[in-house]
Structures are given as structure tokens and as C-alpha cells.
């Protein structure tokens, strides 16, 4: 394969990890991906990628700044029942 | 997969309804429900702890000031991080008014994807060198890296799980923008992770 065919299918790479790509775009990939090394590295890491993110927790809202939230000084009216 | 975009299900409706009504309970709940998810979205775009929570702050009193005017065109949540990433954005135009600018020129379509450059395979790494807190913090300042505009549909759509539209709505893009910056966002994010689990990895290779 061409080099171009990498930069080619670079952009389509997010829906056919997604499963949004089409059957006809999906064999073109996998017959690309058979061919080229480094495709299949660049997938195989953009899916571990993806796959971290899911599992990353992200940042907890501090209990501290979540009884704050409960009186906020200006809004009387909010205040926990 | 529920449509976000619809204030789906009768308990959001019931707590719309009773928050238009003025209900102080309703509110609380308000907070216990979205206050953690519009944490998450604040602290990823904003320097600190401290602005993360003003940013909270402020969108939930600019919410319940405003409930009377929710339509429901989109479900409350989607609503929410919309008035967080408008105040967010806010701050940081104040802030620092040259940094968040029009970068996102060249953002949208295929044309000049970055080529990836990091060709190494990391993904044999035992899954403890993922799972470490120090994965999980370079996971973290990556996303914190990434630049503003990438960053923040990546963290509505990745991080928070909206839907594509639900995104779109939320920031005031084409679905085709969200879908377009999300695959630049994971490029970007790809070729930063691999240059720490290469680094990781390589040692152990060369053994």
C-alpha cells in the first residue's frame, strides 16, 4: 500500500472504532490495516487510548465545595430543604 | 441509546416542573444530581480547584435564575453544561484574552489531520502500568493539555458520554464539528500518551 492510503483513511479511524463506519469503509480499512504496520499500531493505540478514558475516574468534586454549593451566600431561596 | 436531546424521562420532567416552581428541595437535588458531572467539565478547563468550583457556582444560580425559560429542547443536563462552558469560557477570556481566541480555524473537516508520529506499540504494557496513579495522572494532564477547543468536546463526549447532538447542542456546533474535533481530540491525545508508555515500555524491550 501507498503511503497515501494512511493519510487517506486517517480521518475515518474515530467511526470505525465507533462502529459507525460503513461495511464498504470498514473492509477497506481492515484490508489496508493488513498491509501496514504502522496503521495498525496507530489503531491499536487510538483504541487503548479511548479504552483508558472510559475507565478514568476524572476529577471528584471536593466534599468541602459541595456543602458550599448548598449555601451559597446570594441565594437565599436555594438552601438545602 | 436515549436521545439526550429530549428531557427524557418523567422524573427530569418532574424536577423541571418543580424547579420552575421555585421548589428549594428540587434545587438541592439539582445539585447532588449535575453538580459532580459540571465539577468534572470545570476543573478540566479551568487553572484550579478554587475556579473549578466558582464555575459550578455560577452556572447552577444562572440555571435556577433562568429555569422559567427552559424549553426542554434539550434534556436538563445538556442545558447545564452549556451555561458551565459559557461561563467557563467567560473566566478565561478575562483571564487571559489572547489565549482563547479563534484557534479554531483549520479545526473541522479531514483536511490537515496531524500525521500520528508515534509508531511505537504500547498496548502490551502490563495493565497495572495502566491502571497506576501515575497513568491516571498523566491521563489527566493531557486532557488538561489538549488545546481549548478539542478539549472541551472531548470531555462533553468521551468523558461525560453525550451524544453527539447533546454535544453539539451543548457548545453551539454541527454534530459534523463534534464528530471531526473529538478524532482530532483522540489524535492528539494518542500521540502524547505514547510518548510517556513508550518511554514505559522501552526499557522492558530492549531487555
Known sequence: ????????????????????????????????????????????????????????PGPLLPPAARERLYHFPDSGQFLRP | MDDPLIAETSDERALIARLQAGDKAACAECVELHAPGLYRLARRMMRD??????????????????????????????????IAYNAALMRLRRSRPDSVSVEGAGLDGDAGLPVPRQMFDWCCL???DFDSREARDQLEAAVQALPEKLKVVFVLR???????EAAAEA????????????????????ERLAAYFTELAQPAAED
Open chain 2, 49 to 82: 480547584e478554587a475556579e473549578a468550583e466558582d464555575v459550578v457556582q455560577e452556572t447552577l444560580l444562572s440555571a435556577f435564575k433562568s429555569i422559567a425559560h427552559f424549553e426542554g429542547r434539550s434534556g436538563l443536563r445538556t442545558w447545564l453544561y452549556r
Open chain 2, 158 to 164: 468521551e468523558l461525560e458520554g453525550l451524544s453527539t
Open chain 2, 126 to 128: 502490563p495493565e497495572s
Open chain 2, 171 to 190: 457548545l453551539g456546533l454541527s454534530p459534523e464539528a463534534v464528530k471531526t474535533r473529538l478524532h482530532r481530540a483522540r489524535l492528539w491525545l494518542r
Open chain 1, 1 to 56: 500500500m501507498e503511503p497515501h492510503d494512511c493519510r487517506h483513511l486517517l480521518g475515518d479511524l474515530s467511526d470505525y472504532l465507533d462502529g459507525q463506519a460503513s461495511a464498504m469503509l470498514c473492509a477497506e480499512i481492515e484490508r489496508h490495516l493488513e498491509d501496514c504496520a504502522n496503521c495498525r499500531v496507530v489503531i491499536d493505540t487510538l483504541r487503548q487510548t479511548i479504552r483508558l478514558y472510559r475507565d478514568l
